[in-house]
């Protein structure tokens, strides 16, 4: 009787109950560009380092989990998640998400792409479904949704990225982005004070950052130039090009900015940064 009563109490602990994701269909803005804005070709003048390669790897390989706004987390990658009750066990079901390779999110693909990160989790993994993958630890884990918010698919975002430049990937169907691309230039000698602002009375950036140290007469010259001074929380600042009506980066931080649920009727972007 007792070995009975143990048994159903290890049953009821490895049950699976849902852990509550809230829809991401919110973080997905149809674009509604003036035709041809939708073609624009974007060029930013940012800082080389960790940030910048954070900032692109967020178009290009979603997380598997993202947070709203108001902190909630959403299903990015996956439909649902569910886990035991004794944090053991864990189960990811993936949503049928096409990337940019031409094949379709599943739970082989995903256990391929996440070996790494399952590895150093210490995670036994297995299939349980074409879309599920069941996650074991030997111990109670808590911190999962902490690393799903932080595991990324390559490919699984709606800008296809080569280096520092973002071409879109028109397969994405979650949410059309209202720009064609995005390259970024790191080079210090455009950050020099002179070079910065001819960049910004040329209209060439759609965004800069700020390089400190200008002279205070090409200051004086880029006050007069059609750009918002946008200051971060990370001391930081961007000129971004009125052009961009509705763009403004995430203050906190600036690399989870998205450049795709973010873009709101006329943006007029025909002439900024335009690759010729």
């Given at each position: 009787?007792?070995?009975?009563?143990?048994?159903?109490?290890?049953?009821?602990?490895?049950?699976?109950?849902?852990?509550?994701?809230?829809?991401?269909?919110?973080?997905?803005?149809?674009?509604?560009?003036?035709?041809?804005?939708?073609?624009?070709?974007?060029?930013?003048?940012?800082?080389?380092?960790?940030?910048?390669?954070?900032?692109?790897?967020?178009?290009?390989?979603?997380?598997?989990?993202?947070?709203?706004?108001?902190?909630?987390?959403?299903?990015?990658?996956?439909?649902?998640?569910?886990?035991?009750?004794?944090?053991?066990?864990?189960?990811?079901?993936?949503r049928p998400v096409r990337l940019q390779d031409g094949?379709?999110?599943?739970?082989?693909?995903?256990?391929?792409?996440?070996?790494?990160?399952?590895?150093?989790?210490?995670?036994?993994?297995?299939?349980?479904?074409?879309?599920?993958?069941?996650?074991?630890?030997?111990?109670?884990?808590?911190?999962?949704?902490?690393?799903?918010?932080?595991?990324?698919?390559?490919?699984?975002?709606?800008?296809?990225?080569?280096?520092?430049?973002?071409?879109?990937?028109?397969?994405?169907?979650?949410?059309?982005?209202?720009?064609?691309?995005?390259?970024?230039?790191?080079?210090?000698?455009?950050?020099?004070?002179?070079?910065?602002?001819?960049?910004?009375?040329?209209?060439?950036?759609?965004?800069?950052?700020?390089?400190?140290?200008?002279?205070?007469?090409?200051?004086?010259?880029?006050?007069?130039?059609?750009?918002?001074?946008?200051?971060?929380?990370?001391?930081?600042?961007?000129?971004?090009?009125?052009?961009?009506?509705?763009?403004?980066?995430?203050?906190?931080?600036?690399?989870?900015?998205?450049?795709?649920?973010?873009?709101?009727?006329?943006?007029?972007?025909?002439?900024?940064?335009?690759?010729?």
């Amino acid at each position: 009787m007792l070995l009975l009563a143990f048994g159903g109490y290890l049953a009821y602990e490895n049950g699976l109950v849902p852990v509550p994701l809230v829809s991401d269909a919110p973080l997905y803005v149809s674009a509604a560009p003036d035709p041809g804005e939708d073609q624009a070709m974007l060029e930013a003048l940012m800082p080389a380092g960790s940030a910048l390669d954070t900032f692109l790897a967020n178009q290009s390989d979603l997380t598997l989990l993202t947070r709203t706004p108001h902190g909630a987390l959403a299903g990015q990658l996956v439909s649902s998640l569910q886990r035991s009750r004794n944090g053991k066990r864990w189960r990811l079901t993936f949503r049928p998400v096409r990337l940019q390779d031409g094949g379709t999110l599943d739970a082989a693909r995903a256990r391929t792409a996440l070996a790494p990160e399952l590895a150093a989790a210490g995670a036994a993994v297995r299939e349980v479904a074409p879309a599920s993958l069941d996650l074991r630890f030997r111990a109670r884990r808590v911190d999962v949704p902490d690393l799903l918010l932080r595991w990324r698919l390559p490919g699984s975002g709606p800008f296809i990225r080569q280096g520092l430049a973002l071409t879109r990937f028109n397969g994405f169907v979650q949410g059309r982005a209202g720009i064609a691309g995005l390259r970024v230039d790191t080079d210090p000698v455009l950050m020099e004070s002179h070079a910065w602002a001819e960049g910004i009375l040329a209209g060439r950036w759609a965004w800069a950052a700020y390089p400190g140290g200008v002279d205070p007469d090409d200051m004086a010259r880029v006050r007069l130039a059609p750009y918002d001074e946008v200051h971060l929380t990370d001391g930081s600042v961007w000129f971004v090009s009125q052009k961009l009506r509705r763009f403004w980066p995430d203050r906190v931080p600036w690399p989870e900015t998205r450049l795709f649920g973010t873009w709101r009727g006329d943006m007029n972007l025909s002439r900024v940064g335009a690759l010729d």
